[in-house]
């Protein structure tokens, strides 16, 4: 895994690996040897958790199926403890994967934010653009795209 790997882009420039080191604190709530989670220093919600893996890795795809387990693993048993102490209804959990999705800290990073009934926000489907009109052959080759990309 090219820059999972590359110790140049580890505690020096990144913030994340700042707080796994110990160098910048953050308010933890989980941690295991190959995941942390903490407290959004700047939450959008009450409760608001960023799931990380210990090693740097920028995109979703620079992780190895182990730490990827390891950090859904982390995701599945936190959610329910976190939605339960802040008396959450329910909460979104995403991954900003590149800038153009608005990920501003390159290290993977999970979110979890508790949603409460009424709180005024919106759902995954909202944080798209303008929605494409596809034919379904269009989505056929987008499908086959996509699956010979992974076969591949
Ligand atoms: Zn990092």
Same mark, same amino acid.
């Given at each position: 895994?090219?820059?999972?790997? =590359? /110790?140049? @882009?580890?505690?020096? &420039?990144? *913030?994340?690996?700042?707080? #796994?080191?110990?160098?910048?604190?953050? @308010?933890? #709530?989980?941690?295991? !040897?190959? #995941?942390?989670?903490?407290?959004?220093?700047? /939450?959008?919600?009450?409760?608001? &958790?960023?799931?990380?893996?210990?090693?740097?890795?920028? @995109?979703?795809?620079?992780?190895?199926?182990?730490?990827?387990?390891?950090?859904?693993?982390?995701?599945? +048993?936190?959610? /329910? +403890?976190? +939605?339960?102490?802040?008396?959450?209804?329910?909460?979104?959990?995403? *991954?900003?994967?590149?800038?153009?999705?608005?990920? +501003?800290?390159?290290?993977?990073?999970?979110?979890?934010? /508790?949603?409460? =009934?009424?709180?005024?926000?919106?759902?995954?489907?909202?944080?798209?653009?303008? @929605?494409?009109?596809?034919?379904?052959?269009?989505? =056929?080759? *987008?499908?086959? =795209?996509?699956?010979?990309? *992974? !076969?591949?």
């Amino acid at each position: 895994m090219g820059r999972a790997a =590359d /110790p140049s @882009r580890m505690s020096d &420039t990144c *913030i994340f690996c700042s707080i #796994v080191d110990g160098e910048i604190p953050a @308010r933890t #709530v989980y941690e295991t !040897d190959d #995941v942390l989670a903490f407290l959004d220093a700047n /939450p959008l919600a009450l409760g608001h &958790t960023l799931v990380i893996p210990k090693t740097h890795a920028e @995109r979703v795809g620079d992780l190895d199926a182990d730490l990827s387990s390891a950090v859904f693993d982390a995701v599945s +048993e936190i959610t /329910p +403890e976190v +939605e339960a102490a802040v008396d959450a209804d329910g909460a979104n959990i995403g *991954i900003n994967d590149g800038e153009a999705a608005g990920q +501003e800290v390159p290290h993977v990073h999970v979110h979890v934010v /508790p949603r409460f =009934d009424g709180d005024g926000g919106a759902p995954i489907h909202a944080v798209a653009g303008e @929605r494409p009109d596809l034919a379904d052959e269009e989505l =056929d080759a *987008i499908a086959a =795209d996509v699956s010979a990309a *992974i !076969d591949g």
